[in-house]
Nanobody, 121 residues
């Protein structure tokens, strides 16, 4: 199995910055895409940003130019740098990894436990 551990959430003032991290661990696995999703109060979970194994990125329109997703394949880690944060960015942020485990082979779609980001003055 693959486990994800997220960190970096917290309380920040509008206009501030936070950096989220998500580390994947397990035995004999490979990772394809890594992504961040969020779910705000009363809202459905939405994709924030995704990065492929080759480094191709895509973002939801509301965070373009403010958030940056990156990954360190050697550390099985994905990051989300969030700048110019707004109150509407307040949400629980979830890491998602799509990949495979081996021996036996199995595709996996794994979610982290979530980390809370609150943007408020």
């Amino acid at each position: 199995q693959v486990q994800l551990v997220e960190s970096g959430g917290g309380l920040v003032q509008p206009g501030g910055s936070l950096k989220l991290s998500c580390v994947a661990s397990g035995r004999s696995f490979s990772i394809n895409s890594m992504s961040w999703h969020r779910q705000g109060p009363g809202n459905e979970r939405e994709l924030v940003a995704r990065i492929s194994s080759s480094g191709t990125t895509n973002y939801t329109d509301s965070v373009k130019g403010r958030f940056t997703i990156s990954r360190d394949n050697g550390k099985n880690t994905v990051y989300l740098q969030m700048n110019s944060l707004k109150p509407e960015d307040t949400a629980a942020y979830y890491c998602n990894v799509i990949g495979a485990i081996f021996f036996p082979f199995k595709l996996v779609n794994v979610w982290g436990q979530g980390t809370l980001v609150t943007v408020s003055s």
